[in-house]
């Protein structure tokens, strides 16, 4: 399966956006969905993930601010990211746990400005 995410771009801090990632594929099917991010100079962090049945999970780090969902009649997983801070800068990466396989989106940077 293909995964192309799209919808980073630069924020003021305060501010929201949301992240979608389109799949090539029915969702339907797919295992695990997730979210993760890699800040610059720093390794790649989770952000939430969703199961097949729709159950989400984030790192206490990141509840209360992002809000994972999809749509499986769209083939699109979302991220939805509020009261965004200048930490949260990164390049946001979707992916799909499939099976044994993994997959990758190519990447979306986000930007927060002070």
């Known amino acids: 399966v293909q995964l192309q995410a799209s919808g980073g771009g630069l924020v003021q801090a305060g501010g929201s956006l949301r992240l979608s990632c389109a799949a090539s594929?029915?969702?339907?099917?797919?295992?695990?969905m997730g979210w993760y991010r890699q800040p610059p100079g720093k390794q790649r962090e989770l952000v939430a993930l969703?199961?097949?049945?729709?159950?989400?999970n984030y790192p206490n780090s990141m509840k209360g601010r992002f809000t994972i969902s999809k749509d499986n009649a769209k083939r699109t997983l979302y991220l939805q990211m509020n009261s965004l801070r200048p930490e949260d800068t990164a390049v946001y990466y979707c992916n799909a746990i499939w099976g044994e396989a993994t997959y990758w989106g190519q990447g979306t940077l986000v930007t927060v400005s002070s």
């Open positions: 969703i199961t097949r049945g729709s159950a989400t």
């Open positions: 594929l029915s969702i339907f099917d797919i295992n695990v």
